[in-house]
Nanobody, 117 residues
C-alpha cells in the first residue's frame, strides 16, 4: 500500500522559512520523479515543483523560483521542500505526489502552510 506522509508545515510570518518533508512507502521511491503540489482554500490543485528520480534535475512554478528548493533523499525515501521568503499567497495545504510536473490526486493528508502577519 502506497503511503505518503507530509509534515513540516505551520504558521509563519511573511519573509519566513519552512522545510516540508514527505516520507514515501509502498513504492520504489528512487525510480520515480516526485512533485510538490498545493491547494489554497477555495482553489484547485497547483503544481509547485518537481525533481527527477536521481535528483539531478528540478523545475519550479514561476512564482516560487528562487525561493523554494526541492530535494530528495533516496536512502530515506524522503522528499523535501525548502521554502524561503514566504509570501501570503503561499498559504495552502501542500502535498507530495508521484511524477514529473504532476497534478496527480494526492494520496496523503498534506501539511498546512499559513503565511500571515
Amino acid at each position: 500500500q502506497v503511503q505518503l506522509v507530509e509534515s513540516g508545515g505551520g504558521l509563519v510570518q511573511p519573509g519566513g522559512s519552512l522545510r516540508l518533508s514527505c516520507v514515501v512507502s509502498g513504492l520504489p521511491f528512487r525510480l520515480y520523479a516526485q512533485s510538490w503540489v498545493r491547494q489554497a482554500p477555495g482553489k484547485g490543485l497547483e503544481w509547485v515543483a518537481s525533481i527527477i528520480n536521481d535528483g539531478s534535475r528540478t523545475t519550479y512554478e514561476d512564482s516560487v523560483k528562487g525561493r523554494f528548493t526541492i530535494s530528495r533523499d533516496n536512502e530515506k525515501n524522503t522528499l523535501f521542500l525548502q521554502m524561503n521568503d514566504l509570501k501570503v499567497e503561499d498559504t495552502a495545504r501542500y502535498f507530495c505526489v508521484q511524477g514529473w510536473m504532476s497534478l496527480a490526486t494526492p494520496r496523503g493528508q498534506g501539511t498546512q502552510v499559513t503565511v500571515s502577519s
